[in-house]
């Protein structure tokens, strides 16, 4: 069976910093491309930052460069998401997932999501 788990959430100042990581277990994902998503309440779901299989090129949304970094390990089939100068707009449950299609910044090019973490960023 398949499964992503996200771990690394937490409550931190703004200013503050975390490192998001999740694991994959049920088979290996280093020939695939992983993104981060996060939802706040009320709001859908978005695309954060994604890494090729390789991990040569990395994607972020706007908002989140120069504060976020995507990194993998394929070796221990993980994929990590360092978040640096953390804002309050950057509370929300952040999940990982899998790009199965083309597209790698939208949503419904991934599978296999994980059951997400909560990031919570006080002013």
């Known amino acids: 069976q398949v499964q992503l788990v996200e771990s690394g959430g937490g409550l931190v100042q703004a200013g503050g910093s975390l490192r998001l990581s999740c694991a994959a277990s049920?088979?290996?994902?280093?020939?695939?491309?992983m993104g981060w998503f996060r939802q706040a309440p009320g709001k859908e779901r978005e695309f954060v930052a994604a890494?090729?299989?390789?991990?040569?090129?990395?994607y972020y949304t706007d908002s989140v460069k120069g504060r976020f970094t995507v990194f993998r390990d394929n070796a221990k089939n993980t994929v990590a998401l360092q978040m640096n100068s953390l804002k309050p707009e950057d509370t929300a449950v952040y999940f990982c997932?899998?790009?199965?299609?083309?597209?790698?910044?939208?949503?419904?090019?991934?599978?296999?999501w994980g059951q997400g973490t909560q990031v919570s960023v006080s002013s």
């Open positions: 049920g088979r290996t994902f280093s020939s695939y491309a």
């Open positions: 997932a899998v790009q199965i299609r083309s597209g790698i910044t939208n949503r419904g090019s991934y599978h296999y």
């Open positions: 890494i090729t299989w390789n991990g040569d090129r990395t």
